[in-house]
């Protein structure tokens, strides 16, 4: 009887649980756009494991009219149909200065106008909708929440509303019960939730997985039916560069993502319903993992305009990190490790100690510029045994070893002599031979035009 009542615990957990993986989309980006680009994007991210977008829009009339976003997220919707994608409608309401917001009426016609599409995700059968906030405009709250959802309804498209409310993930990372009572108290109209809390918040510490914990508890025994969101990052940091201590931070990112990562994958791991990588392509804030467009090509249907980010952007490549994203996310839905029959190393470094005095964009402290280590970082997924061996400078061969198809993480720290710029060197050692060198994709230097802290990412891939 006993184990019955737990096969059947089990089977009921089975019916709720998803296991997919959305990747925050800034449609912002989007602008030059077309079918075939948005399929690019797709491809790419289907073959990092990602199932879906999560489209963040702001109001069209918010800024220099953005009334394109709606002809952007149609032909989202038609690649996605082609190329068997999901998308799900994440408004952003976190803005405030434009003093435009969105209205019931118009999210509801959005929501409804894709509701037949294959391409629109679902949860319970539910349009799936998430935000970027709602909880700090007095424009929204519960009751904006409830009318939304008692619309969609009243037109036979019920919505199931997993909202990222900031405040209550800020809070969650200090106080993981009050926030989550919290939470459920004062919004009875969610029914999932997002955790955008994926950094560690201003402090010198790792992140852990308490305030998921906490939310996703609270949410199961007020007897919520929609998904819990835990949100995954690489990094954090932006620049705004207009003297506003406020507007330019960086977060505690240097072994960020594989530690989170490790949290939800191995026998004790902790179970969302559904990941939510930060972010696709929000490059301002440097938590990217799609290719970089191309500065200079203006004809290119990803081409975008970075202003004063582009001078901490452009030529910082992310793209090997999706190599663990992908490693993860086959671990995390097969619920086994996969078996890895080549060498990968993927490491990542910032291109100046922290204590670089930069020409421009430091029109005000960088927040938190103390927490980083400067030093070059490594994650290590080898097919056989072996010691990955990293130099910088005259910092040289710090080993780690890595175990067969077990990722490993290691380290070395920028020596004092930088100058003229050092480039790191990463190796793999195997049976006393060197099996295979690779040079950082830029060196380090202490002299800087630009205040960066966003990291360049290298890798060794099979040749
Ligand atoms: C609702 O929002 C849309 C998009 O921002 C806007 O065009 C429209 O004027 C708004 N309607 C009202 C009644 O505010
Ligand atoms: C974070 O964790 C890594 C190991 O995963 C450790 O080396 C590092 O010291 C930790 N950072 C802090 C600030 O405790």
């Not at 999901?86 to 952003?92: E, G, N, Q, V």
């Not at 191309?294 to 980010?309: I, M, P, Q, R, S």
């Not at 890895?340 to 993927?346: E, L, T």
Request: hydrophobic residues 40%; contains cysteine.
């Amino acid at each position: 009887m006993f184990s019955f009542l737990l096969t059947a615990a089990a089977l009921a957990a089975q019916v709720a649980t998803a296991a997919d993986v959305f990747a925050h989309f800034m449609v912002q980006n989007s602008y030059a756009y077309t079918v075939d680009q948005w399929k690019a994007d797709m491809a790419v991210a289907k073959h990092t494991g990602i199932d879906g977008f999560a489209l963040n829009w702001i109001p069209p009339d918010c800024q220099a009219d953005l009334s394109w976003s709606v002809d952007r997220i149609a032909d989202a919707f038609e690649a996605a149909e082609d190329m068997k994608f999901k998308l799900m409608h994440s408004f952003d309401m976190s803005y405030t200065e434009c003093n435009i917001f969105w209205n019931q009426t118009f999210m509801a016609d959005i929501l409804t106008k894709h509701a037949g599409s294959s391409a629109t995700y679902r949860w319970n059968s539910n349009i799936l909708v998430s935000t970027y906030g709602g909880d700090q405009a007095d424009e929204y709250g519960d009751e904006f929440f409830q009318g939304l959802k008692d619309l969609m309804k009243s037109g036979s498209n019920s919505i199931s509303l997993a909202p990222a409310l900031t405040t209550y993930s800020m809070q969650a990372q200090t106080d993981p019960n009050g926030a989550s009572s919290d939470l459920i108290e004062n919004y009875p109209s969610i029914d999932g939730y997002l955790n955008w809390q994926a950094w560690p918040l201003d402090m010198d510490k790792n992140i852990t997985i308490g305030p998921d914990k906490a939310l996703q508890s609270s949410l199961t025994k007020a007897g919520k039916t929609g998904p819990y969101i835990m949100s995954v990052s690489p990094w954090q940091y932006k620049d705004l560069n207009d003297g506003n201590p406020l507007n330019a931070w960086v977060a505690y990112s240097d072994y960020l993502f594989p530690d989170r990562f490790e949290s939800i994958t191995g026998p004790d791991a902790f179970q969302p319903d559904i990941i939510e990588l930060l972010t696709w392509n929000d490059f301002a804030e440097s938590h990217y993992i799609r290719d970089l467009p191309d500065k200079d090509d203006e004809t290119a249907t990803d081409y975008v305009v970075l202003g004063d980010h582009g001078n901490y952007v452009w030529g910082q490549d992310h793209s090997g990190w999706r190599r663990m994203v992908r490693y993860y996310i086959n671990y995390w839905k097969s619920g086994k490790r996969p078996t890895i029959n080549r060498d990968w190393v993927v490491y990542w470094y910032r291109i100046h100690p922290k204590d670089a005095v930069c020409a421009g964009g430091l029109s005000t402290p960088i927040r938190n510029a103390d927490f980083p280590a400067d030093a070059v970082f490594a994650w290590a997924l080898l097919k056989d045994y072996a010691t990955v061996s990293m130099s910088v400078g005259d910092n040289k061969y710090w080993d780690f070893d890595a175990k067969a198809g077990v990722p490993a993480v290691g380290m070395v720290p920028f020596p004092s002599d930088l100058s003229g710029g050092v480039t790191p060197e990463v190796s793999i050692m195997r049976g006393g031979k060197m099996v295979e060198i690779n040079k950082g994709p830029q060196p380090i230097n202490a002299e800087c035009e630009w205040a960066n802290f966003n990291p360049v990412v290298g890798i060794i891939k099979p040749s």
